[in-house]
């Protein structure tokens, strides 16, 4: 199988790249600076993810997996940010759908990614694929991508957005933001803590971005979560043990929502998301429960 990845150089994107390779599978990766990409893959497209996306090199593809878009963490929502966060997603989402439309042999499907900010802040209500967006910005933002790759069904191509969770990860991502922190003492939980925690194991990340590509049960939206509904403050609590560290501080909503604005939402909300298609569909977590997934990543 020949896969076009987006996003290559990223979290997900690398591990992506080396589970395929490793698989036998012809990998081809786009990259604003091709020649710093030394990844193995069969070959590295030139791309800013915003223009015209080169025909030429959609021939002969099999799947696609689209993971590049702004950081939506990298700086403070301004109007402009929050402007280029939601372009960089749906102009290069539209850009692929349109090459994969007008390919001759047309790729059999698109995995684009997604998150679970889809739903917005659910409170204690558990959710899973069949729930309506949100309203806030980031569930905007998702509604939006999501419309974007479903176009690509009128070609008669396969579509699933992985609505990903926290992504823990030693080498990247939340986690390694918050080990310091925790291994000097200092780590509590945000907010009240009682807020759900939709989080899932990087491999588990991977796994369901394949299982996608593989598997032709799934269609539409995946939430890819572990099957456990932690909190906050059960995430605190876990990486503390993990670390052997106490987590008695606690960061006030307040302190998080002058630091970060309206970005502080996203970590003072909550949702407590089912994996209900991924299960369905026969995938099976490497990764399910909270504890033994921070100390699997801690003792890494």
């Known amino acids: 199988m020949r896969v ?8 997900l994107g690398a591990r992506l790249v080396a589970r395929l390779h490793g698989r036998g599978n012809k990998v081809v990766v786009t990259s604003r600076s091709p020649a710093k990409v030394t990844m193995a893959c069969e070959r590295v497209v030139a791309w ?9 090199h959609m021939g002969g593809v099999d799947a696609v997996v689209h993971l590049a878009g702004e950081s939506v963490a990298a700086r ?7 402007r280029r966060i939601l372009e960089s997603r749906v102009n290069s989402t539209r850009a692929l759908v349109t090459a994969m439309g007008e390919a001759k ?3 059999g499907v698109l995995v684009c990614a997604s998150a679970v900010g889809f739903y917005g802040d659910t409170g204690a209500r558990q959710v899973d694929e069949d729930a309506p967006a949100g309203t806030d910005f980031l569930a905007q933002v998702c509604a939006a991508w999501e419309a974007a790759a479903a176009t690509v069904e009128a070609y008669g191509i396969r579509r699933v957005s992985v609505r990903l969770g926290v992504v823990l990860a030693r080498e990247g991502g939340a986690l390694q933001k918050l080990l310091p922190v925790f291994k000097a003492g200092l780590g509590g939980k945000l907010g009240s803590g009682t807020q ?17 590509v593989d598997t032709a049960a799934t269609q539409g939206p995946l939430n890819a979560v572990a ?57 099976v977590f490497a990764q ?13």
């Open 227 to 283: 099957p456990a509904q932690d909190t906050n403050a059960d995430f605190t609590a876990a990486l503390a043990h993990a670390l052997h560290r106490p987590a008695v501080f606690k960061v006030p909503g307040l302190a998080l929502e002058l630091a970060l604005g309206e970005m502080s939402q996203t970590l003072l909300g909550g949702q407590q998301v089912a994996p209900r298609q991924a299960l369905q569909s026969g995938y």
């Open 48 to 56: 800013d993810g915003m223009g015209t996306f080169p025909r030429d």
């Open 4 to 11: 076009l990845i987006t996003g290559a150089t990223g979290l």
């Open 288 to 300: 399910p429960v909270l504890d033994v997934a921070l100390r699997q990543l801690v003792d890494r």
């Open 105 to 107: 042999r047309k790729p």
């Open 196 to 212: 759900g925690f939709p989080w899932i194991h990087v491999d588990d990340a991977v796994g369901l971005l394949v299982h996608a």
């Open 76 to 82: 403070r929502w301004s109007e402009a940010q929050k």
